[in-house]
């Protein structure tokens, strides 16, 4: 590294020797050291901005943005826009060799440069390889107006059979590879430059099947408040952050992404465009807005949306409703509503499984609350069932059958909210029965969303108030 002295570096920058003596005493030059009673200064280093002025007096036109996630959907709408602004754009994207498992889904499989203009440079990098990172850094010469990190590293996990590696290369990823460059490409701004990164909106409500991803979008939104505590007191250079809602794009005819949409007071997913524009307004509007963190999801996080496993088949399904079951403990209570699906009381391994859970939970001192949901013409047909039985004749199971011909004439509300059946866990979850697909795909799912289980609550009961006694209904009607 090259280095200059007090005196160089005051005819570089146009300010008196006395000035960058008191810069430095106030380690406001990084990589500047003291050599007896001299000073070395980094010849890259950028000029400090002067707090005691105006920022209009050097507010300018930006010029030079880098984009990490080029490639993305965001990143190609936001290039467009800064484009259209006159902006010159050095765009990063994911190398295609890199491999390893369900992590990689976000990496796009091309990237054209048809795509972008004149004004944009492509640099290819490994995002979880750090010389990679360093070596683009490096290669990025001259003033900086921003910079904005687009990438989000995406996989599905399976809780009960944990992948401990993807949760790391998650953090290499989303974390790791941020960092460093913010940390390396702020060496190039001052005053007049803005950070934006790109979060989501799972930082701040969790994730049922992507806890790495939840966990790194948070760690990259306490950064954030981190990065504009010392680069906005070192540099002048405004840092803040963008959560994301959900975003539509090829994957909007998803039935998940459908669901989804019920959860967004807009009824919508978002779009890229939209995003990027908000984006845009963070790297060249809001200037004295720093450290914080911009929410565009449609209101998505006021709505306590969904948040839940996704459809399983009925294998895992049923292992769920173990882990679940077998974890009560004295006190807890399990409230089920069952609409008597066929499929559910066969004679199955999984179901012999199931109802032994229930019935070891209810020695342990839980209290097992069920009702049975059919009409009142089917009680000869089920009075035979084993299944049932065992609930109906065991005396510390609350077990009640509700007429459903009934609650459709007076509460129909309540099949509404019912669906195909639910299992509670206290307050806590709830496992919701789905119809099976064609090829009995989905069984159903868990969920601990507080919304739907209140909901479920409140309709069990209103079931209560149509419940007769199982034991009564098995030796009196007919």
Not at 45 to 70: F, H, N, T
Not at 341 to 356: G, H, L
Not at 367 to 377: G, Q, S, T, V, W
Request: net charge neutral.
């Amino acid at each position: 590294m090259q280095f200059l002295t007090v005196k160089s570096m005051a005819e570089k920058w146009g300010i008196t020797e006395r000035r960058i003596v008191s810069l430095l005493r106030a380690n406001r030059i990084p990589g500047a050291v003291k050599n007896g009673m001299s000073w070395q200064i980094p010849a890259d280093a950028v000029k400090p901005y002067d707090k005691r002025a105006r920022y209009s007096k050097y507010e300018k036109k930006a010029r030079r943005v880098v984009i990490a996630g080029i490639d993305s959907g965001i990143g190609q709408a936001l290039a467009k826009i800064l484009t259209e602004h006159g902006f010159d754009i050095i765009g990063l994207y994911q190398k295609k060799s890199v491999g390893g498992g369900n992590l990689m889904t976000t990496i796009r499989e091309n990237i054209d440069v048809k795509n972008f203009g004149p004004n944009v440079q492509l640099i290819e990098v490994d995002y979880f390889d750090r010389a990679s990172l360093l070596a683009a850094c490096d290669s990025i010469q001259g003033h900086l107006d921003g910079f904005v990190f687009l990438e989000i590293f995406f996989n599905l996990e399976d809780t009960l059979f944990f992948n401990y590696d993807e949760f790391e290369r998650s953090f290499e990823g989303n974390v790791f590879a941020m960092n460093l460059l913010v940390r390396e490409l702020v060496k190039k701004m001052n005053y007049s430059s803005s950070i934006v990164i790109q979060n989501s909106v799972e930082a701040f409500r969790g994730s049922f099947g992507a806890s790495a991803y939840a966990a790194t979008q948070a760690a990259k939104d306490n950064l954030v408040k981190t990065y504009a505590n010392v680069f906005s007191e070192l540099y002048g250079v405004r840092v803040n952050s963008l959560a994301a809602g959900w975003i539509g794009g090829v994957m909007e005819t998803n039935e998940a992404f459908n669901k989804i949409k019920q959860g967004i007071p807009m009824k919508r997913l978002g779009i890229p465009e939209e995003i990027a524009d908000d984006i845009f307004l963070l790297l060249t509007r809001h200037k004295y807005m720093t450290g914080t963190n911009l929410v565009s999801d449609g209101g998505y996080l006021s709505f306590d949306a969904e948040a839940h496993s996704e459809d399983m088949d009925s294998g895992k399904f049923y292992v769920w409703l173990h882990k679940f079951i077998t974890g009560t403990k004295v006190g807890d209570t399990i409230w089920a509503t069952s609409t008597m699906m066929d499929n559910e009381w066969t004679d199955s391994a999984m179901e012999r499984q199931f109802k032994q859970d229930n019935l070891d939970a209810v020695q342990r001192g839980v209290k097992l609350k069920r009702i049975f949901l059919f009409p009142k013409k089917y009680i000869k047909k089920f009075r035979s069932n084993p299944n049932i039985t065992t609930y109906s004749t065991n005396n510390k199971v609350e077990a009640m059958w509700v007429d459903s011909d009934e609650v459709r004439a007076h509460a129909p509300e309540l099949l509404d909210v019912l669906g195909d059946g639910w299992i509670g866990i206290n307050e806590d979850v709830l496992l919701v029965d789905l119809p099976a697909g064609k090829n009995g795909e989905s069984r159903g799912y868990a969920t601990m969303n507080k919304k739907e289980i209140l909901a479920a609550k409140k309709a069990f009961n209103g079931f209560k108030k149509f419940a007769k006694p199982l034991k009564g209904a098995w030796g009196g009607v007919e």
